[in-house]
T-cell receptor
Framework: AQKVTQAQTEISVVEKEDVTLDCVYE???????LFWYKQPPSGELVFLIR??????QNEISGRYSWNFQKSTSSFNFTITASQVVDSAVYFC?????????????FGGGTRVLVKP | DAGVIQSPRHEVTEMGQEVTLRCKPI?????LFWYRQTMMRGLELLIY????????DSGMPEDRFSAKMPNASFSTLKIQPSEPRDSAVYFC??????????????FGSGTQLSVL
């Protein structure tokens, strides 16, 4: 069973619009960690945020914000006032403490295209 | 810090040839991961090492794939013989600690492999 689902494969917005990326996860662990990574056109994967399962506080970092809802097993990511430089593929990922080596499982990614 | 270093950045080879991808993790990191990224399957974990020891290679697609980590500063992923369906971007990533799933992964820039 897929553990991390990013239902949106591609989102296209015009600059300055807000965009929200959905992430739904599955786990039986009570302790787990959620991540978001950004993959710009250059190809490298860039870490954005890490959240553990006991911390449901939402987080804001500049134009980025994250909404963690354990009740719905979701960890959504919002870019406010999007810019062309935000164009990238964004991956949500899950790490379960019980999993051997705590390996990271990625969702399928959401491609965001911000048009000027 | 230099980050995770992968070589080569691009590799073009003919079907049947042996391919060796190289990775130098960040100094002091204890865990190393090999991922493969394709359009069809997204980011897949192939194998990971803790303290140079392979922990889980269940993601390695076939016996044609093998990975080694002879020391803490070097790992290789070998494909022999290569096939066109192996064409993908191969990422190496490293992480501090072994059982600390809350630590983020640092990714290399990837190797774009094309098997003709």
């Amino acid at each position: 069973a897929q553990k991390v689902t990013q239902a949106q494969t591609e989102i296209s917005v015009v600059e300055k619009e807000d965009v929200t990326l959905d992430c739904v996860y599955e786990t039986r662990d009570t302790t787990y960690y959620l991540f978001w990574y950004k993959q710009p056109p250059s190809g490298e994967l860039v870490f954005l945020i890490r959240r553990n399962s006991f911390d449901e506080q939402n987080e804001i970092s500049g134009r980025y914000s994250w909404n963690f809802q354990k009740s719905t097993s979701s960890f959504n990511f919002t870019i406010t006032a999007s810019q062309v430089v935000d164009s990238a593929v964004y991956f949500c990922a899950l790490s379960e403490e019980a999993a051997a080596g705590n390996k990271l499982t990625f969702g399928g990614g959401t491609r965001v295209l911000v048009k000027p | 810090d230099a980050g995770v270093i992968q070589s080569p950045r691009h590799e073009v080879t003919e079907m049947g040839q042996e391919v060796t991808l190289r990775c130098k993790p960040i100094s002091g990191h204890n865990s190393l991961f090999w991922y493969r990224q394709t359009m069809m399957r997204g980011l897949e974990l192939l194998i990971y090492f803790n303290n140079n020891v392979p922990i889980d290679d269940s993601g390695m697609p076939e016996d044609r794939f093998s990975a080694k980590m002879p020391n803490a500063s070097f790992s290789t992923l070998k494909i022999q013989p290569s096939e066109p369906r192996d064409s993908a971007v191969y990422f190496c990533a490293s992480r501090r600690g072994t059982a600390l799933s809350n630590e983020k992964l640092f990714f290399g820039s990837g190797t774009q492999l094309s098997v003709l």
